[in-house]
Structures are given as C-alpha cells and as structure tokens.
C-alpha cells in the first residue's frame, strides 16, 4: 500500500509533491521535495524502556534543584572545612559530578515541559512528556515506505551543528530517511 501513492519525485523540488497523494501528512516536512509520510504509513512503533515507567516532570526539577544545592554546599564544606586535606580532590569530583547532574535534571525538565519531546541517550533514546507531565524514556522504528525493512530513529548531525530526528532504514541507510516532526506522535496517555 505505500507504494501506491508516491507521488512524482521529479518537479520543481518545491514542498507540494505528492501534496495531491498526502494531503494528511507532515512527517517529513524536510523542504527538499521528497514526499511525506503520516505515521500510519511508515507504522511507527513507539517503545518504552525501563518497562513504561515514568518521572514526574516536576520531581525531575525538585531532584534537580535540591541536588544542585546539595552539591554546592558540600563543595563549600570540602573546600573550606570538614574534610582533610588529604581527601580533597576525590570529594570535590564527587560533588561537581552531583552538580553536572544537578543542571542537567533541571535543564531536561525545563525543555521538556516545551517540547514534550528530546533526544536523551546515545542518539537513540528519547525523553518524551505524556499527557499528564509524566516523563518517559523511549525508541522508536518503523517501516521502510520505500522497501519494507525496519527503521530506527536516530538523533544524527555533526556534534556543533543542528541535529534531525531521522528514521533510517537498515537495508538502504543512505536514501531511505525520512526526518521526523516529533508533534505528530499519538500522545503518551497517562
Ligand atoms: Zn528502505
């Protein structure tokens, strides 16, 4: 079935071809004249790690905020008082560790919150917010509209540049992609 409504590839490289076969779809708003896919047609499937558990949004930032607090002070203690000298530089990792943790809660919490959706764990795994301001962790495949393998979504681009969320088939990773807009995803019900 999805090879029946393509549309033609070849034209002007402007945003409506295949708009007449796709009039519901806007996976793929890539600008570049390829065609656009909705979800039903790629089948995306939406999997959830650690077993569908969530956090709430708001704990994340509590942890966050008392973490960094706890952080501080203990590098203030360390520095200045209760440990010997000694001791020093390992408690101080430890504790600007906590602090790294500290930004890094609050800052997912806060852009979460907008996007309900971001890239989280080695480029595979992401953060997404249900409807209810729970927090998941999830991955994502779907199928090939081009040649029926699987896809996975990646989070790719260069390190300091802009990153896409890009479906990319196992069978032709090179051609077959097709950027995601995470807005159209079903909403995690909660
Ligand atoms: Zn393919």
Redesign the pocket.
């Known amino acids: 079935m999805p090879h029946d409504n393509h549309g033609s590839q070849s034209g002007d490289n402007s945003l409506n071809v295949g708009v007449g076969d796709f009039r519901d779809a806007n996976v793929n708003v890539g600008g570049n004249g390829r065609p656009t896919f909705t979800p039903e047609q790629m089948g995306i499937r939406r999997h959830q790690a650690l077993g569908g558990h969530s956090v709430k949004s708001e704990n994340l930032s509590t942890f966050g905020i008392v973490t960094g607090i706890a952080s501080v002070a203990g590098l203030y203690f360390t520095l200045f008082q209760a440990f010997p000298r000694s001791q020093h530089s390992s408690w101080s990792t430890a504790f600007i560790f906590m602090f790294a943790i500290a930004i890094f809660s609050v800052s997912v919490a806060a852009v979460i919150r907008k996007r309900k959706f971001e890239h989280f764990l080695f480029r595979k795994y992401y953060i997404e917010a249900g409807n209810h301001n729970g927090l998941y962790l999830s991955s994502f495949t779907a199928t090939?509209?081009?040649?029926?393998?699987k896809?996975h979504l990646r989070n790719i681009g260069p390190k300091d540049g802009p990153c896409y969320d890009r479906f990319i088939?196992?069978?032709?990773p090179r051609?077959?992609t097709v950027d995601l807009d995470p807005t159209v995803l079903p909403e995690i019900e909660e």
Do not use: A, F, K
Request: hydrophobic letters at 15%; one cysteine or more.
């Open positions: 090939c509209p081009w040649c029926q393998s896809m088939c196992e069978r032709n051609q077959h």
